[in-house]
């Protein structure tokens, strides 16, 4: 298995080797950094001390803080400059999507949806989107996207192939909810079920969630708590590097994966 793999260890390693945790997490730090024990809580409840993965396996109980909350240097003026800018390259896309949307019910079904996501420090705040699934999709509760999922639409299968549904977050860039990058936001029903399986999850709300983030470049899209693990890592990872450098390369390794379609469900 690959690096990112060893987020998490199995019943026989519960005693773990603090050195390399602390490699895979903190080396490297940057100023303002700081290494601990997780021993906290956030706004979505008490980090589950004893919680465990499927299989009776644990998460490294070693992870990064920040110990001065806040945005990177510049990235707030970054998010508002550069999002102006997507906003005014892709509108015409975005006319076009929004106007094949509402013609594909003849204006019966709503064009954008908004749901209901757990942002910076827990808080919650609705995204938006373009409507690429039937309006009766979640009529059976809320459920993660599946390979080949019924509920998309025909046009819903290319603007999610494309990430053209993700472009009307840039409202949610501009007024703060978000910026370009960071870890994706989650829904409220999945972090309570991450926090409870994965320690130290709901550390990834340290910094704004993202359009897009290191975990979506490096990782394809998951079903299962392992995979959120293993996406932990990126966004951990994303959390120490925190910088406007950063996000330039995260967003430059994201074209690619626009025009291929890698992990789209």
Do not use: C
Request: charged residues 25%; glycine residues 10%; positive net charge.
């Amino acid at each position: 298995m690959g690096k990112e793999a060893q987020i998490y260890k199995t019943d026989g390693e519960r005693k773990m080797n603090v050195q390399t945790d602390r490699d895979m997490f903190v080396s490297q730090d940057g100023p303002g950094y700081g290494f601990n024990q997780i021993d906290t809580t956030d706004s979505l409840g008490v980090i589950n001390a004893s919680g465990s993965m499927t299989g009776n396996t644990l998460f490294s109980q070693l992870v990064l803080t920040k110990k001065a909350g806040g945005e990177s240097l510049g990235k707030r003026q970054f998010d508002l400059v550069l999002g102006a800018l997507i906003l005014l390259l892709a509108s015409p896309v975005m006319l076009i999507t929004a106007g094949l949307i509402w013609l594909s019910s003849m204006g019966r079904d709503p064009v954008f949806y908004r749901q209901l996501r757990v942002g910076l420090k827990g808080r919650e705040f609705y995204v938006w989107k373009f409507r690429s699934m039937r309006t009766d999709a979640e009529r059976n509760g809320a459920q993660m996207a599946a390979k080949n999922d019924s509920r998309v639409t025909l046009i819903g299968r290319f603007i999610r192939k494309t990430r053209i549904d993700e472009l009307p977050q840039l409202w949610n860039v501009f007024v703060g909810d978000m910026s370009l990058v960071g870890p994706r936001p989650e829904r409220p029903e999945f972090v309570s079920k991450f926090q409870r399986k994965i320690r130290g999850y709901a550390l990834r709300h340290q910094v704004k969630p993202g359009i897009t983030g290191w975990a979506q470049v490096k990782y394809p899209y998951g079903e299962t708590v392992e995979d959120a693990a293993h996406k932990l890592y990126y966004d951990l990872t994303y959390v120490r590097k925190n910088s406007v450098l950063f996000d330039m390369m995260v967003l430059l390794r994201t074209i690619p994966v626009i025009l291929t379609g890698h992990g789209a469900r």
